[in-house]
Every structure is written in structure tokens, then in C-alpha cells.
Nanobody, 121 residues
Framework: QVQLVESGGGLVQAGGSLRLSCVSSGTFFSINLMSWYRQAPGKQRELVARITGDGSTNYADSVKGRFTISRDNAKNSVNLQMNSLKPEDTAVYYC???????????????WGQGTQVTVSS
């Protein structure tokens, strides 16, 4: 069974930066998408950023120009550099991986346990 372990969350003042990391405890035969989602209290989980195997990226409009997603295929890891943080970025951030554990299984979706990011004004 694979686990996605997130780190890097915390409390930061508005305008500050944080870097989130997510590492898989297990191996993958192939990874299609690696993404970061977030969920604020009382709101639905939303996509923040995602990156494909060839490095193509997509960002939510609210974070464009401030957040940068990157991945290390050799380490099965994905990072999210968050700059110019705003109070509205406060949420639990979740790592998400879509991939195949082995050549014999179909693609699956895996989630991390979440890491809290709090931005104070």
C-alpha cells in the first residue's frame, strides 16, 4: 500500500512563503498526474495546481503567478512553492497522485493526509 506523506505546512504572515512537499512511500510503475488540492473550512476541495509527466502545469486562477508546482520523477515527489501568501490561501492542502503501481494494474488515485497552511493578516 502506498502512502503520500506531505510536509511543509504551517503558520505564516501574509506576504510570506511556504514550500510544501509530498513524497510517496511506495513505488509507481508510472505516474500520470501529480497535483495539489486544498480545502478551506466550509468549502469544497479545489484544485490548486497540477503537473503532468512531461512537465505541463495548470494552476487555479487564484494562485497563478504566486505558486509553482514541480515534480521529481525519480523520487516520486511533488512540491508546491507558495509565495506572496494571502489569508484566503488558508486551508488544508492535499497531495494527489494518479498513476499505476505496477504494469499489471489499472490507474489509481491516491491522496495524502493533508497539511494545514494558515496565513495570518
Amino acid at each position: 500500500q502506498v502512502q503520500l506523506v506531505e510536509s511543509g505546512g504551517g503558520l505564516v504572515q501574509a506576504g510570506g512563503s511556504l514550500r510544501l512537499s509530498c513524497v510517496s512511500s511506495g513505488t509507481f510503475f508510472s505516474i500520470n498526474l501529480m497535483s495539489w488540492y486544498r480545502q478551506a473550512p466550509g468549502k469544497q476541495r479545489e484544485l490548486v495546481a497540477r503537473i503532468t509527466g512531461d512537465g505541463s502545469t495548470n494552476y487555479a486562477d487564484s494562485v497563478k503567478g504566486r505558486f509553482t508546482i514541480s515534480r521529481d520523477n525519480a523520487k516520486n515527489s511533488v512540491n508546491l512553492q507558495m509565495n506572496s501568501l494571502k489569508p484566503e490561501d488558508t486551508a488544508v492542502y492535499y497531495c494527489n497522485v494518479v498513476g499505476r503501481r505496477t504494469v499489471w494494474v489499472t490507474e489509481g488515485t491516491y491522496w495524502g493526509q493533508g497539511t494545514q497552511v494558515t496565513v495570518s493578516s
